[in-house]
């Protein structure tokens, strides 16, 4: 049973558009969500995360937004670029386990 | 500052050999995680040490073992290799329990090919 849904396999989006990236889940347990970029042949890097008790947080191009009520996240890229071309992937934990749940990742393409 | 570190960078073993891979995380960080990614399955979660000790484990045959050493690094132990062991081996670390979540960061992992 899969908890954390990447339903999207890959999105493709131009140059200074907007990005939005979906992730679902089940376990209404997760009280933590992450988001990894990674490119192939390396491991993945931390982007973003939120704690359960938010419903928004931004760091610079990125946002992350939570809704609890739809176990619902997504993650904003705005400005995209070319750099920003990956495999997104998103993830969850139940805290006290810090069992990292991973979606299946989806890849993003920004065309100059 | 230095990133997680893994070795070997690919290690090729026959079935029923036994592997070793290798891991230290960042300066200061104190909990160490290992992942699993087979081909056409996402990552999966191994194993958690914290402060020397066995935290957490997934759903993983007891052949799956480590140990964090004093310095905090980490070993991660697969005894009698199976052809599915064959998989990308991913080390995390993160700060640990602070009283606030924190973020796991990764390596660049251990291509373990089983032949």
């Known amino acids: 049973d899969q908890q954390v849904k990447q339903n999207s396999p890959s999105l493709s989006v131009q140059e200074g558009r907007i990005s939005i990236l979906n992730c679902d889940y089940t376990?209404?347990?997760?009280?933590?969500f992450l988001w990894y970029k990674k490119y192939p042949a390396e491991g993945p890097t931390f982007l973003i995360s939120i704690s359960s008790i938010k419903d928004k947080n931004e760091d610079g191009r990125f946002t992350v937004f939570l809704n609890k009520s739809a176990k619902h996240l997504s993650l904003h890229i705005v400005p995209s670029q070319p750099g920003d071309s990956a495999v997104y992937f998103c993830?969850?934990?139940?805290?006290?386990?810090?069992?990292?749940?991973f979606g299946k990742g989806m890849k993003l393409t920004v065309n100059p | 500052e230095a990133g997680v570190t893994q070795s070997p960078t690919h290690l090729i073993k026959t079935r029923g050999q036994q592997a070793t891979l290798r891991c230290s995380p960042i300066?200061?960080?104190?909990?160490v995680y290992w992942y699993q990614q087979a081909l056409g399955l996402g990552l999966q979660f191994l194993l958690w040490?914290?402060?020397?000790?066995?935290?957490n484990r997934g759903n993983f045959p007891p052949r799956f073992s480590g140990r964090q050493f004093p310095n905090y690094s980490s070993e991660l132990n697969v005894n009698a290799l199976e052809l599915e062991d064959s998989a990308l081996y991913l080390c995390?670390?993160?700060?640990?329990?602070?009283?606030?979540?924190?973020?796991?960061?990764f390596g660049d992992g251990t291509r373990l090919s089983i032949l």
């Open positions: 040490y914290d402060e020397g000790e066995e935290r």
């Open positions: 995390a670390s993160s700060l640990g329990w602070t009283g606030v979540n924190q973020p796991q960061h």
């Open positions: 993830a969850a934990l139940q805290g006290g386990s810090e069992k990292l749940v």
């Open positions: 300066s200061g960080h104190t909990s």
């Open positions: 376990n209404s347990m997760f009280d933590y």
